[in-house]
């Protein structure tokens, strides 16, 4: 059974900094593909963030790239997102996610095979 499970999400003010943890278990983390995306009510889920397995190639869209940062530490099994100078549109609900398939497409939510219960994030102005 694999499980992920996200911590480190807050109520914090523009400028400050995240970091959020996503922990797995049941699985070692280095065999897959991982995902960080966010939600907000009324809207798709957004990819965020990606650290490819294997290469460990990194991936971010314009609206977090120089700001974010995804990271995994495969000793502990957990995968890392630092967000730094946070703004307020990046309030959302953000999750974690597994990808093992070779062929999925890492930007896609539909692709990713395991998902973690999501973390808060509020970023006042």
């Known amino acids: 059974q694999v499980q992920l499970v996200e911590s480190g999400g807050g109520l914090v003010q523009a400028g400050d900094s995240l970091r959020l943890s996503c922990a797995a278990s049941?699985?070692?983390?280095?065999?897959?593909?991982m995902g960080w995306f966010r939600q907000t009510p009324g809207k798709e889920r957004e990819f965020v963030a990606a650290?490819?397995?294997?290469?460990?190639?990194?991936y971010y869209p314009d609206s977090v790239t120089g700001r974010f940062t995804i990271s995994r530490d495969d000793a502990k099994n957990t995968g890392y997102l630092q967000m730094n100078s946070l703004k307020p549109e990046d309030t959302a609900v953000y999750y974690c996610?597994?990808?093992?398939?070779?062929?999925?497409?890492?930007?896609?939510?539909?692709?990713?095979?395991?998902w973690g219960q999501g973390t808060q994030v509020t970023v006042s102005s």
């Open positions: 996610a597994a990808l093992f398939r070779s062929t999925g497409d890492l930007i896609q939510a539909k692709d990713y095979d395991y």
């Open positions: 049941g699985m070692p983390f280095s065999l897959a593909t």
């Open positions: 650290l490819r397995r294997g290469t460990g190639r990194t």
